[in-house]
């Protein structure tokens, strides 16, 4: 278990967006998993398998809470004054790239959190977890066109909410 850890632990916080929530959600998937360890047939391959759990539990979870849970991106820049010097010789991007970077980060963050959680889940496995389509539609229960044509709509979605940052994301 420890092989999937920090790819499950990543991908529980970007659906939740909070360290704790996402240690629940990992603990309890965890424990899922290994109590169901024996029941796993070798159908489908394991992380496909890991993520349906981690993917139910978080939906789970929310239904059970009936809150939105946003994914605040609070990990703010600080640059010491060594490290400013440091970047002024250093090739590495300026103060003002970080920001921008930064900001784009943000927006593209709030656009995806915008998304219903079914359209949420599907982004992060295939853009954030390189998961195929055939493994996304085993994770999430759904026909590959379905998952297809989702994919397709949260992309569309969040492209029109970027719309107005058009040359922060040079559209």
């Given at each position: 278990m420890r092989r999937y850890e920090k790819q499950v632990y990543n991908f529980a916080y970007r659906l939740t967006g909070n360290y704790?929530?996402?240690?629940?959600?990992?603990?309890?998937?965890?424990?899922?998993?290994?109590?169901?360890?024996?029941?796993?047939?070798?159908?489908?391959?394991?992380?496909?398998?890991?993520?349906k759990i981690v993917t139910n539990t978080y939906l789970d979870e929310r239904k059970r809470s009936k809150g939105h849970l946003n994914i605040p991106l609070d990990e703010y820049i600080e640059l010491e004054e060594s490290q400013v010097t440091r970047q002024i010789v250093d090739p590495s991007p300026s103060p003002s790239d970080l920001v921008e970077r930064r900001e784009r980060a943000e927006i593209l963050q709030e656009a995806i959190n915008s998304l219903p959680d079914y359209q949420r889940v599907m982004l992060l496995l295939y853009h954030g977890h390189n998961k195929s389509y055939e493994e996304i539609a085993e994770i999430i229960g759904l026909p590959i066109g379905t998952v297809k044509s989702r994919l397709n709509r949260a992309r569309h979605a969040v492209r029109q909410k970027l719309e107005s940052c058009r040359e922060l994301f040079n559209l």
């Open positions: 704790d929530d996402a240690n629940d959600i990992l603990s309890e998937a965890f424990m899922k998993v290994y109590n169901a360890l024996q029941s796993f047939r070798g159908d489908a391959n394991f992380t496909t398998w890991l993520f």
